[in-house]
């Protein structure tokens, strides 16, 4: 049986886990995503947009989707961040847990509340933005995302209303016992003149192969701001797909910050859609890779309207036999003349089994524009690393003095002190450990 037959194989068995595994909620907007899975599958043989992420065949070899999910009972409090002021949700094997979370502000400025409780609480409002984003028609996971999901978060904020503590989602996998495949949705709806700020973490326990496949649409309005930090910490085998497609309106304002840190197969899609007149993107990056995990950041930014500004840099750090991937697309529409758009992608390579594919990308359909895009790959200094023993310094400290200097670059964007603090401890900790 050639490859692509095994692939179109495990399509079926993930939607017969589809269909056993279906909330009752939103039934017309599962339906539909359930039938896009089986017409488009998990991604087979060499499909353009996986051709260096072979996602399909890890799940098939590495779970048993016959299995009924585990629930998990870890206390996830050791994962917490001290010190920062924030409203808490708690998330254990894609599951939320009230138990370890904050009361959740339902106001009239702020609400926050269960994905599944506000499909059932406030339809109308959900409704107006689930699935308007996501696109469930060429990509099979993000359709297996919607028709599944069984548990995420809903933030709503009213406009003219800067919300001033961060919401802090922990994503817990507890593998001790069995595997893990857990299927969450957030939705994230900031309304005009306001501002908010999301931090994600994802952490795990275990030995067992847990996947994580988590969707969040945004939507950003007039004059808003929305700040996105995601923190993938997983230790063990960590199989996850994460995608953020966030639609911006007139004058909005987008920081994201992807940091990827740990586990095993990691595919990371961010979609942003400049929908609208003076707007600002920044999308960082920073993925720190050893042994044998593979990390793939797709990235696009789709400038819809004129005079829009986006700007993007990712940077690696690979040891091992780690792998990285870095796909960024930049479109530029006929209509969206007077934008301005800049993409780099950065990376230090430690051994030479350590590998990176990047590939930037511009489509450009309007004329008068300033757009660039670039990448590098490369080793240490040999010669400023002897600088810095000939000064008395050790060599495995004088290397990571090096990579945390490459890497500092991207926190000095971090604007909230408590993130960039945690941020330059950890990264300063794991360069100096690991690498």
């Not at 594919?357 to 590098?376: F, M, R, Y």
Request: charged share 20%.
């Amino acid at each position: 049986m050639s490859v692509e037959a095994v692939e179109k194989n495990i399509s079926i068995d993930v939607a017969s886990w589809i269909e056993r595994n279906t909330p009752s909620s939103f039934p017309e907007l599962r339906k539909n995503a359930l039938q896009a899975f089986k017409k488009v599958g998990l991604p087979v043989g060499k499909a353009e947009e996986f051709k260096f992420t072979p996602i399909t065949r890890e799940l098939g070899k590495n779970f048993d989707f016959s299995l009924t999910n585990n629930t998990g009972t870890i206390n996830p409090v050791q994962f917490q961040l001290s010190g920062m002021d924030a409203t808490v949700l708690v998330f254990v094997n894609g599951i939320f847990s009230k138990e370890y979370s904050s009361p959740l502000p339902a106001g009239k400025e702020l609400t926050i509340l269960p994905l599944e409780e506000a499909a059932a609480t406030k339809p109308d409002m959900v409704l107006k933005h689930l699935g308007k984003y996501a696109d469930i028609k060429n990509d099979g996971l993000t359709a297996w995302n919607t028709a599944a999901w069984n548990s995420g978060v809903f933030i709503h904020v009213e406009k003219d209303t800067v919300v001033e503590k961060p919401v802090l989602i922990y994503h817990v996998n507890d593998s001790e016992n069995n595997q893990v495949i857990s299927v969450v949705r957030n939705l994230v709806v900031v309304e005009e003149n306001s501002e908010l700020t999301v931090l994600e973490k994802f952490d795990s326990v275990g030995s067992s192969n847990h996947f994580t496949n988590i969707v969040t649409e945004g939507s950003v309005a007039e004059n808003g701001e929305l700040n996105v930090y995601s923190i993938q910490n997983n230790t063990g085998n960590e199989y996850q797909f994460n995608l953020k497609q966030i639609h911006q309106g007139d004058k909005s304002r987008v920081n994201t910050f992807t940091f990827t840190l740990g586990g095993k197969l990691i595919r990371n899609n961010l979609h942003l859609a400049l929908d609208g007149e003076a707007i600002e993107s920044h999308m960082y990056g920073l993925y720190l890779l050893t042994n044998s995990t593979l990390a793939d950041n797709h990235t696009v930014v789709d400038h819809k309207k004129p005079n829009s500004f986006s700007n993007e840099l990712y940077k690696g750090i690979i040891d091992g036999s780690a792998k990285g991937v870095f796909n960024g697309k930049i479109f530029v529409r006929p209509q969206a003349q007077k934008t301005n758009a800049f993409q780099a992608n950065r990376n230090v390579l430690l051994t030479d089994k350590a590998s990176i594919n990047t590939k930037p990308q511009l489509e450009i359909w309007a004329d008068d524009v300033k757009c660039s895009h670039g990448c590098t790959s490369g080793q240490l200094d040999d010669e400023a690393l002897f600088y810095l023993q000939s000064r008395g310094i050790k060599k495995e400290t004088a290397r990571a003095m090096m990579l945390y200097a490459f890497a500092a670059e991207l926190l000095e964007n971090v604007k909230h002190p408590v993130i960039k603090d945690y941020l330059d401890n950890l990264i300063s900790e794991r360069l100096h450990k690991n690498f």
